[in-house]
């Protein structure tokens, strides 16, 4: 198949864990990657900021990463929506100058669905959607939060207008049918995927030395820093620890626009008397991580939503117990109140909730068995995530 992805507003190669680069980007790396070597061709279109980047690499085979020059220059994410027509129609100038056709279009995001829009309307081809997060989920979920008016506008026309959505998790597309009355049919729930080969167990204590973490037990937290990830939360359950425990809150993730957010964070902290217990340590490359997800006694995702939640798969991968909410995959691999060998699903959103299922971790840390890694995750690897995706593509090229 001939697939376009679009990925408008960030690049897949862009720094995950930054304001704009999260797991979508982690998403359509494993996923381009496995159709690609899967034999489909594969062009993911992203915008050009940068004058030094070549417009194409082949980052995989069979996928190239265009950068499309639509002369618009560094703007924001919500900045671009009012120009997606200008990055359609460079898009298409792009494709007359190949000679290039394409089979189906797949937008990431809403604002690449606008783009996609255009595209389906002026090719008649199929666009098939997925929206990672949705505006109204988000603000619904955390009163920190406050996505645009237009976003969840324009979510809704793309769930009504798109062919078909994919949705990485079951609790994602209740939501959309709930949302909009969608019939279930249009909405398919294909999981993300996790690289194995990336993500694998390693020698606790080494990894320790390697990220100079030390002794001390290290509970973990990994994403982009925005109130939905509930760090505020996690925050005041680790106050309520006992302190005389020697261990460590270490926060992975975040750049230069997420100070202020950090900032407050800090500040949190400093009320509870825990500074010297939380470490920020910023962005970390996504090939390095193991080395924390390893070093970390337990990986703890207290998000008041996540449409999938990538950083439980990458924690379970490396031997990480993980506790979270009942959000995204969580329910499919924890389970409430009960500890498995995997983690320990929170329902109640209160820090003592938290702090007991953490306290409770630190207590006993026992990595996860390879055996029940294997088992629980093997479903998840790319090359089997890919062929969903594609058998989707495959019927609607032919219903379409
Ligand atoms: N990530 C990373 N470096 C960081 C922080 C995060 O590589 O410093 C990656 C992480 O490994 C995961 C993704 O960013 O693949 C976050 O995905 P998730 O689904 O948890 O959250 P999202 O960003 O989609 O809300």
Redesign the pocket.
């Known amino acids: 198949m001939r697939m376009i992805l679009l990925s408008i507003h960030s690049s897949p190669l862009g720094p ?2 930054a304001r704009d680069t ?3 980007s ?1 998403y359509l790396r494993g996923l381009s990657g496995a159709l690609g070597q899967a034999g489909h061709r594969i062009d993911i279109f992203t915008r050009a900021v940068d004058p030094a980047e070549e417009v194409i690499q082949e980052i995989y085979p069979n996928v190239r990463l265009i950068h499309l020059d639509d002369g618009l220059g560094l703007l924001d994410k919500i900045e671009l929506y009012p120009h997606c027509p200008t990055i359609a129609a460079a898009l298409e100038r792009f494709c007359r100058r190949e000679g290039k056709k394409y089979q189906i279009i797949f937008s990431h995001y809403w604002l690449s669905g606008c783009v996609g829009r255009i595209l389906q309307q002026h090719w008649n081809i199929p666009h098939l959607i997925m929206f ?2 949705l505006g109204r989920a988000k603000n619904e979920a955390c009163p920190g939060e406050h996505e645009p008016d237009i976003r969840i506008e324009e979510e809704e026309a793309l769930a009504r207008g798109s062919d078909r959505i994919i949705v990485a998790a079951q609790p994602e597309k209740e939501k959309l049918l709930g949302y909009y009355g969608l019939s279930p049919a249009k909405v398919s729930v294909i999981p993300g995927g996790i690289d194995l080969h990336l993500f694998q167990t390693l020698d606790r204590e080494e990894a320790r030395e390697q990220v100079g973490l030390g002794r001390q037990k290290i509970i973990l937290a ?3 820093i925005e109130p939905v990830k509930g760090f505020d939360l996690l925050i005041r359950a680790v106050g309520m620890l006992p302190m005389e425990e020697k261990f460590k809150l270490v926060i ?2 975040g750049d230069d626009h997420s100070r202020s957010r950090i900032v407050r964070l800090k500040e949190t902290a400093a009320e509870l008397g825990i500074t010297g217990k939380v470490i920020f340590k910023g ?4 090939d390095q ?1 193991l080395l924390y997800y390893n070093a970390a006694d337990v990986t703890v995702m207290a998000s008041h939503y ?1 449409s ?4 439980a798969l ?1 924690s379970i991968a490396c031997g990480t117990p993980v506790i979270a909410g009942p959000v995204g995959i969580i329910p499919e691999l924890l389970t409430p109140g009960r500890r498995n060998s995997l983690g320990c699903l929170v329902i109640e959103r209160t820090p003592a909730a938290w702090a007991a299922a953490i306290g409770q971790a630190l207590l006993c840390p026992e990595p996860i068995k390879q055996a029940d890694i294997d088992m629980k995750l093997i479903p998840y690897k790319w090359p089997a995530i890919a062929a969903q995706v594609a058998a989707e593509c495959r019927t609607l090229t032919v219903l379409i």
């Open positions: 995950a864990g999260g797991g979508m982690t990672h997060t990994v994403g982009r992975v993730g962005l970390i490359d996504h991580l996540e999938f939640g990538l950083v990458e």
